[in-house]
């Protein structure tokens, strides 16, 4: 960029379309091409979701009045410990093919933290498309995902699957309400939006069998089936893209109802954001039947998917001060790096607990005075241990944190563990 070159970023119009459009197809050109057919679809898509979705953002950096990067923002309804709250998701972020190495991403991300920040998100969410350009933007690691390629047969079976019925195309509302009350429940959980309900009643591949209690939907498994052999159309795989439920019990009877499908597919494909999820089953192990020394058998590979960062760590704790914390009393003073803006701020978090002594809370305080311990973080790090996608006492273990009395990590450790660990498959 020359000297007198001046950028803005803004909103696009309808009249913008064209140029997003083609910015669009050369920046993700995967599965595309530069027909007239498949511009016309993209355009009318995004059109579509510019004058029609709320939740959908659409912005541009201009250069000179040129736009040169597009990136579309997600407002998503959130669950945060357990209530909703605001977040905003980061998509389709692409840079014009001969305006790259500019800094343009760099303003463009910045911009997305702003908005996240102003709109009132509580943290910025993205799936990368390279992971350690974000980590050094100051995003966290999220829960990874787990696919699990098995047998049909290792599921287990049940005798009484009367509750289960196939769903019908015309039930669609029920299953983005039945998704709703799962969110409801699923720390990390985001509702889905608008171009996402659009995908699924486009969707003539998928199939869904549903778990049906007094005519509510309770949970549901979304599968398509994909042949494995070229030249013998008997032997398929299942691919489960969700599963949805509202208890283990539900979820049993749903793996039940795919099980019963291995006549017509011999092996499953599961991607799951539950670690424990091979505890489920008969055997976990991977149909690669690969063996790993000493002793070990492949049971999954792991995905690395949303990342996070809270960009404003104040906001983000007074706005969660709902959140139950294990009983405790404790002052902690922390000087996180922001690897974005290459500084270090420092704050302290107080956790006190209520007069039942049930449950502490925290708090947010912008000065580190008289802290009863200390702790070194990166801001990275640190939007992964609020989110709840890593334990303190691992990271100080691995040497990822300092902590200026390690006798007092269990105790730190306790306090920011959480059960359920977040996770989303949403696409955006």
Not at 61 to 81: A, R, W
Not at 268 to 292: K, M, Q
Request: hydrophobic share 35%.
């Amino acid at each position: 960029m020359s000297k007198d070159s001046k950028r803005t970023i803004r909103r696009l119009m309808p009249d913008d379309m064209d140029t997003y459009v083609d910015i669009y197809l050369n920046a993700y050109p995967a599965g595309k091409d530069i027909s007239k057919e498949c511009y016309e679809k993209y355009y009318n898509r995004n059109m579509q979701s510019l004058l029609e979705y709320e939740h959908v953002n659409f912005f541009g950096l201009f250069e000179d009045d040129e736009l040169i990067s597009i990136m579309k923002l997600i407002d998503f309804d959130i669950n945060l410990f357990g209530k909703m709250n605001k977040a905003t998701g980061l998509m389709s972020l692409a840079v014009h093919p001969l305006h790259k190495k500019k800094g343009v991403a760099r303003d463009m991300v910045k911009f997305f933290e702003d908005y996240t920040i102003s709109s009132g998100g509580l943290c910025s969410m993205l799936l990368p498309f390279r992971i350690e350009y974000y980590r050094k933007m100051g995003y966290g690691y999220g829960t990874k995902l787990d696919e699990y390629r098995i047998p049909t047969l290792q599921l287990s079976s049940c005798k009484d699957i009367s509750n289960l019925r196939l769903i019908k195309k015309d039930e669609i509302d029920k299953v983005i309400s039945c998704y709703s009350n799962f969110v409801s429940s699923y720390h990390g959980a985001v509702c889905k939006f608008e171009e996402e309900i659009r995908e699924i009643n486009e969707d003539d591949e998928t199939r869904r069998i549903g778990y049906f209690e007094n005519q509510e939907l309770e949970g549901y498994a979304a599968f398509s089936f994909k042949r494995d052999s070229e030249v013998n159309y008997t032997l398929n795989s299942i691919v489960v893209s969700e599963l949805v439920y509202s208890d283990g019990e539900v979820l049993k009877k749903l793996l039940a109802g795919l099980r019963m499908q291995a006549d017509l597919a011999q092996n499953i494909v599961i991607r799951t954001g539950e670690a424990d999820f091979y505890h489920l089953l008969d055997s976990p192990e991977d149909t690669s039947s690969n063996y790993i020394n000493y002793g070990f058998i492949q049971t999954n590979i792991s995905a690395m998917g949303n990342m996070y960062k809270i960009p404003d760590i104040k906001s983000f704790v007074e706005k969660t001060s709902y959140r139950k914390f294990p009983v405790e009393n404790i002052k902690i003073g922390f000087t996180v790096y922001d690897e974005f803006k290459g500084e270090n701020n420092s704050f302290a978090i107080l956790f006190s607990s209520d007069e039942s002594n049930l449950y502490s809370s925290w708090s947010f305080e912008s000065e580190n005075i008289n802290s009863d311990l200390e702790i070194k973080i990166k801001l990275s790090d640190l939007s992964a241990l609020f989110m709840g996608s890593a334990d303190f006492a691992s990271m100080v273990r691995l040497g990822i944190v300092s902590i200026s009395d390690k006798n007092l990590t269990e105790k730190v450790d306790r306090l920011f563990h959480l059960n359920q660990r977040p996770f989303t498959n949403t696409d955006y």
